[in-house]
């Protein structure tokens, strides 16, 4: 299964400010997705990140907000922007694992945010 | 719309004892479905899914999960749980065409010594 990992693990900003997060898989993927966690709720996908293209956001989420890179087939980056208390959550990225030939997802271990 | 329901938010259950954790799903076609669990702090880790074929999947950590089709069910089972076991238990169905999970709401497990 591919390994996942996300820097920073958690973090504390202030209001207005942005954040980066990175994600970096030890194999090439195609399907790369960012979830957000909000404290004690289920994942709500953000968005989906593939390399080569622009990344398709869900409902309720825009770019403006969550700008997302994908430069290469082993990393992601989430921009989280002009952050308020509401952003506070755990962000986690996930990628498709196809070598198996099924589609099976991993998660990174998060990156628990919270804003003041 | 494709969703998933998991009715027990709550469970708590004795160690040594069995565990069942339900999951219904709102798929049109055959589903892809997952069971993931979250320990405190940490990440998801896949614990088995069903594609296709036999409808009893093994997983790891002694889980096991029952696809039954009429039901629209998927639960998740484990004949004797540990105090390790406690944690958060996310159910999952896959879009086919965009491979996004949607998830439900989350079981919390709390185990008794």
């Known amino acids: 299964s591919a390994v996942i990992s996300q820097k920073p693990s958690r973090d504390i900003c202030q209001r207005g400010t942005s954040l980066t997060i990175q994600c970096q898989v030890d194999?090439?993927?195609?399907?790369m997705f960012w979830y957000r966690q909000q404290p004690g709720q289920s994942l709500t996908l953000i968005a989906t990140a593939n390399q080569g293209s622009e990344a398709t956001y869900e409902s309720g989420f825009v770019i403006d907000k969550f700008p997302i890179s994908r430069p290469n087939l082993t990393f992601s980056t989430l921009t989280v922007s002009n952050m308020s208390p509401e952003d506070s959550s755990i962000y986690l990225c996930?990628?498709?694992?196809?070598?198996?030939?099924?589609?099976?997802?991993?998660f990174g271990p998060g990156t628990r945010l919270t804003v003041t | 719309a494709q969703s998933v329901t998991q009715p027990d938010i709550h469970i708590t259950v004795s160690e040594g004892a069995s565990l069942e954790l339900r999951c219904n799903y709102s798929y049109g076609a055959t589903p892809y479905l997952f069971w993931y669990v979250q320990s405190p702090g940490q990440g998801l880790q896949l614990l088995l899914k069903?594609?296709?074929?036999?409808?009893l999947v093994q997983g790891i950590k002694g889980f096991e999960a029952e696809f039954k089709r009429s039901q629209s069910s998927f639960n998740l089972r484990k004949p004797s749980v540990h105090w390790s076991d406690a944690a958060e238990y996310f159910c999952?169905?896959?879009?086919?065409?965009?491979?996004?999970?949607?998830f439900g709401q989350g079981t919390t497990l709390q185990v008794k010594p």
């Open positions: 194999s090439q993927v195609t399907m």
């Open positions: 999952a169905v896959r879009r086919v065409n965009t491979g996004k999970l949607i």
């Open positions: 069903y594609f296709s074929g036999d409808t």
């Open positions: 996930s990628v498709e694992d196809r070598e198996t030939g099924g589609f099976e997802q991993y």
